[in-house]
């Protein structure tokens, strides 16, 4: 356990709609991303992490599954894919797939079926509950509206935590559990190296499904009362036959309940994402606001889970992925000035951590939000759900709700990967299926590839060395000045090494508590020369190692 390939693994994901496009009809594919396997192993990529390529009608791109085990044909086809995991293979890269099993596509055929009566074999594959004159609950769905449907062939309601065509699972039933895990095994047997598990803290749900004060589900979904046993079943009759990894996405969780489900004596996931360190701007409105992170908060948050998980379960570092904005324009600056510098200070202060590290497609060029600025380039049905509710209800106004999802909707992470200063970043030759960002002419692969001083070459050494340090693996970690509001640093050590990680997270010059705290060796910087006098420039970062001597 101590020893997994995967705890040392560089993690890439790739959201292959927007990653890229190889045969010009605006939408990314497989084949797109077999031109850029020797990018990605450049890179120091050692794990690809492919959301959904499964057949879909696209309500939540891909996350809405019509069909487990064929290929959407917008990626490509079967053979397309058996293509792609050998080519990985071969560049000695391992593959991991997006598993959403919480629910399926209304245009599912158990579904299909399902809701034809109450008598179909697979009626019980899903979650029902009679008309009495309206839904059985005041549940809202995370996408907005009712989390129920009504179902008029059988005149029942069916429950969806997210959108209406995201019908949830019933995984109280054992014949659906068996159908799940034969094809997680039918893609096991193809050579598919683990799986990320999509919202699975909220497979079991409650059997009663009282009314909430606030119309929220989360209390009786998140940790529901079989959700544990439901994965120990699985690692018994799938997981432990099969040298792979899992990550297990789990909002919403605590670090006692991350060890649950990751401890490593539990038998049931590797890892588990949290995202308490991606919600702390969440207000009235949920996630929508314009609000920065608090800087302590961010620090404490991510100190809690460096030390809550330490020697029983283990840590996923990620700033972002194919759901959050853009990790420069969240916690750094994308402002032109600032952009290049805050990327590579974001780069070193998460991956210096101990954890499995995860990097967004695009998040090694220090990719931004794009700055959309009307509905109109916005594809996202959380979004859109979200801007129809709130302005429709006229509890925000358009011009402060735009200004919300200009900071926080999931299409900012989606814009297409920036490959060249061309024409559509270099992401297609037709029309993308959404708008690039602004900024690609400075943040590209290509213009980045040829300079060393760039975020992706800063990326690549820091990864590179994070692989084989003993001490960012196991040392130990401690938190700096908690309180200070500009600078956030931290110490790991091990076997008498030190290394001191000081990051100035502001545009301010911010002085270190300690000055002398950013002696040693300097490792890493983001300017030349660095800083070492203890005065941090806007967004420096100084990595130093320090020997203590035999004594
Ligand atoms: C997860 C996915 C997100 C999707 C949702 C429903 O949170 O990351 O993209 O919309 O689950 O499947
Ligand atoms: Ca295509």
């Known amino acids: 356990m101590n020893d997994a390939w995967w705890k040392n693994a560089v993690i890439y994901q790739i959201y292959p709609r927007s990653f890229c496009d190889s045969n010009a009809d605006g939408i990314g594919d497989l084949r797109g991303i077999l031109q850029r396997l020797d990018y990605l192993r450049e890179l120091g990529v050692d794990v690809i992490w492919l959301s959904p390529i499964y057949a879909s009608p696209n309500a939540d791109n891909g996350y809405d599954i019509s069909d487990y085990r064929a290929i959407h044909p917008d990626f490509g086809t079967m053979q397309d894919f058996d293509c792609l995991l050998s080519q990985i293979h071969a560049r000695g890269m391992k593959l991991v797939m997006d598993l959403v099993v919480n629910h399926t596509s209304d245009e599912h055929i158990w579904f299909q079926q399902a809701r034809q009566s109450k008598d179909n074999p697979y009626h019980d594959y899903y979650i029902w509950r009679d008309n009495h004159g309206g839904p059985p609950n005041n549940w809202n769905s995370w996408f907005g509206g009712p989390a129920w449907e009504y179902n008029p062939p059988t005149d029942e309601y069916y429950l969806h935590i997210f959108a209406k065509k995201q019908p949830d699972l019933n995984w109280r039933n054992p014949r659906l559990r068996r159908e799940i895990y034969d094809m997680m095994c039918w893609w096991l047997n193809k050579g598919v190296d683990g799986f990320r598990m999509d919202v699975i803290s909220l497979i079991s749900k409650p059997k009663a499904l009282p009314d909430d004060p606030n119309g929220d589900l989360s209390p009786y979904c998140i940790n529901g009362p079989h959700v544990h046993e439901y994965l120990q079943e699985m690692h018994e009759q799938v997981l432990c036959h099969y040298d792979i990894m899992t990550v297990g996405e789990c909002p919403g969780i605590t670090v006692e309940e991350a060890k649950k489900y990751a401890g490593a004596d539990r038998h049931e996931l590797n890892m588990v994402f949290h995202f308490e360190h991606t919600s702390l701007t969440d207000g009235p409105y949920g996630k929508w606001t314009n609000a920065r992170t608090p800087l302590p908060a961010l620090k404490k948050t991510l100190a809690k889970w460096q ?28 402002l032109p000035e600032y952009r290049d510098r805050s990327a590579k200070m974001l780069c070193a ?69 920036q490959w060249t200063a061309g024409a559509c970043a270099g992401f297609t030759a037709g029309d993308p299926w959404i708008s690039p960002g ?14 060393n001083d760039s975020v992706y070459h800063f990326y690549r050494r820091l990864l590179a060395f994070r692989k084989q340090s003993p001490i960012v693996r196991d040392g130990e970690f401690t938190l700096l ?25 502001s545009k301010e010059i911010a002085s270190l508590p ?38």
């Open 307 to 334: 030390q809550g998980l330490r020697g029983t379960a283990w840590n996923c570092l990620f700033w972002g992925n194919h759901d959050q904005p853009r990790a420069v324009s969240k916690f750094g600056c994308d």
């Open 349 to 417: 202060c998460l991956y210096l951590m101990q954890g499995t590290a995860y990097v967004y497609q695009g998040e090694e060029l220090g990719m931004t939000n794009p700055g959309f600025f009307s509905l109109e380039q916005y594809r996202d049905v959380e979004t859109l759900n979200a801007y129809h509710n709130l302005v429709g209800s006229g509890v925000l106004d358009k011009r402060t709700m735009l200004e919300y999802l200009a900071c926080t909707s999931r299409d900012n992470a989606r814009t297409p990967m």
């Open 438 to 451: 602004r900024n690609f002419r400075a943040a590209n692969a290509e213009r980045e590839l040829t300079d």
């Open 481 to 505: 000045w908690p309180e200070d509001e500009r600078i956030f640093a931290y110490r790991r050590a091990y076997q008498g090494q030190t290394l001191s990680v000081l990051c100035n997270f």
């Open 514 to 551: 300690e000055p002398a705290a950013a002696r040693g060796e300097v490792l890493f910087s983001n300017y030349t020369p660095p800083h070492t006098d203890g005065v941090l420039a806007p967004f420096e970062v100084i990595v130093t190692l320090q020997s203590s001597a035999p004594s």
